[in-house]
């Protein structure tokens, strides 16, 4: 990607005006850079003359944004947070051997895969992991990953998706809910408590309702949750029956805590991918983590396995 030099700031003129723009003052912000008022000024003029835009309104002993500001406030401490980050990267891997950075979905990482990296990490005990979570496909050009754990279809620019594996979700309740409301049909689960929805996914409950064969006449009712995180904590709480993967609450399974109303599973229509970068294709980290999280999802011993 070629970069027009001069529409590229200094980093210090950013940070300058970060802190000027926290602090409403350019007398506080040259204390705080250790510089001076007049520097602070003279940095504040040159970056709205590169801009083209005036950033701070004058007024008596203080300095406000402008409209232009506030809008390029937020894109500059996004800015620098990126900055820092990168740099910590770079630290990071400087001082080890290797290092894989991973993005994964949130639930899926802190409930699946973050019990399971001891094992990855004593076979590789070389690697250091760097693992963020992300939600929806990114550009790996500005975040710099060496792979991502993707649900969807098998579509990411400037990447290739390899299929990991299918989903299984069943109907759970808690223990508690199970004996205030109890069921005999798939079709009392909308009739006798709340369904618990996760709203990107909101037809799911029609399609187990469809598949399990039972006519009901409001699947879309109940409370609605974010994040798969939130529908488990939901349940847990008793608020309503839930859709959720098997592999994301072997414990509650295991412990009793959840209970599987219906074992009628219902394949949901996307999968799981690992997701690497085309100008990484050929990085044999990411080759490693693949074969081992393979192995991961088809482990005959592991019960409550994303796959069947």
């Known amino acids: 990607m070629k970069l027009t030099r001069r529409l590229i700031p200094d980093i210090d003129i950013l940070q300058t005006f970060e802190c000027a723009a926290r602090h409403g003052s350019f007398t506080q912000a040259a204390r705080e850079l250790n510089l001076t008022q007049s520097a602070v000024s003279r940095q504040m003029s040159e970056l709205e003359g590169q801009i083209g835009v005036l950033l701070f309104e004058r ?4 300095v406000v944004l402008c409209e232009a500001g506030q809008k390029f406030l937020p ?5 620098l947070g990126l900055t820092e980050e990168t740099m910590l990267r770079a630290m990071a891997a400087s ?5 894989l950075s ?3 979905l949130p639930t899926f990482g802190s409930r699946w895969l973050m019990p399971r990296l001891p094992d990855f990490l004593s076979r590789h005990p070389e690697i250091t992991l760097s693992v963020a979570s992300r939600s929806q496909p990114f550009d790996f ?4 990953f ?3 754990i993707h649900y969807g279809q098998p579509v990411w620019a400037h990447a290739t998706c390899t ?5 299984l979700i069943v109907p759970v309740g808690s223990p508690g809910l199970c004996a ?3 069921v005999a049909l798939p079709s009392d689960l909308a009739a006798s408590a709340p369904l618990l929805h996760l709203s990107t996914r909101p037809k799911a409950w029609a399609s187990w309702f469809e598949t399990a064969g039972a006519d009901v006449s409001s699947p879309y009712k109940g409370h609605r949750f974010e994040h798969f995180s939130m529908v488990i904590e939901a349940a847990l709480a008793g608020l309503g029956f839930a859709l959720l993967p098997r592999y994301l609450i072997e414990h509650e399974l295991e412990t009793g805590r959840l209970q599987v109303m219906f074992d009628q599973p219902l394949q949901t229509e996307n999968s799981y991918y690992l997701v690497v970068p085309d100008h990484r294709r050929e990085n044999p980290l990411a080759q490693i983590f693949f074969t081992w999280i393979a192995d991961q999802v088809n482990d005959p011993k592991t019960e409550a396995q994303v796959i069947r």
Request: charged share 30%.
């Open 163 to 167: 299929y990991l594996c299918s989903e």
């Open 75 to 79: 894109e500059v401490r996004r800015l």
């Open 146 to 148: 060496d792979l991502a």
């Open 102 to 104: 991973i993005a994964t």
């Open 59 to 62: 007024v008596r002993q203080r």
């Open 141 to 144: 050009e500005e975040e710099p």
């Open 180 to 182: 205030s409301n109890p």
């Open 95 to 99: 001082q080890s051997g290797s290092s």
